[in-house]
């Protein structure tokens, strides 16, 4: 069993916050411009595009770094004081707090924004920006050797 030590929260953090905006921004951007020919609205030009995908980035982003900070830290902190700190235990625990979040969101709001099939690409989301924070904030531990033998 591999041994892990936490040496950059913060900068891990703040990479699987990035990383979240950025893949949840990319995936509004693909609505938006694939449900336009659908719902009648004419099709957005590049500039439009642009101009939502850095909005929505920058919205997403803030969203991830607030619910990392509230809900994603403490759930790390009781897996990590109990010795799961593996890149599989980040990634399991990304996912289900991305999708109960998701779905949480859905039953409580008036209108259905995600629902299934964005709630499982958000739970993907969320199985990478955990991936990511441990490879970031992590160093695997190095085994203490035992001192060579002096040459005979």
Request: net charge positive; charged share 10%; proline share 7%.
């Amino acid at each position: 069993m591999t041994n892990y030590v936490l040496e950059r929260p913060i900068l891990g953090t703040a990479a699987g916050s990035i990383l979240g905006g950025l893949l949840t921004s990319a995936w509004l951007t693909f609505r938006l411009w694939a449900a336009s020919p659908v719902s009648g609205r004419p099709q957005p030009d590049a500039t439009q595009l642009a101009n939502w995908g850095l909005l929505s980035f920058v919205m997403a982003t803030i969203v991830f770094m607030i619910g990392l900070l509230f809900i994603g830290v403490p759930a790390w902190k009781a897996l990590h004081s109990r010795g799961f700190r593996g890149p599989w235990m980040a990634t399991s625990l990304g996912a289900a707090l991305s999708y109960g979040t998701t779905v949480v969101y859905d039953l409580t709001s008036h209108h259905v924004v995600f629902y299934e099939l964005g709630a499982v690409l958000l739970a993907l989301a969320g199985a990478i920006v955990g991936w990511t924070i441990q490879r970031v904030a992590y160093a695997r531990a190095d085994p203490i050797k035992p001192p060579s033998a002096p040459p005979a």
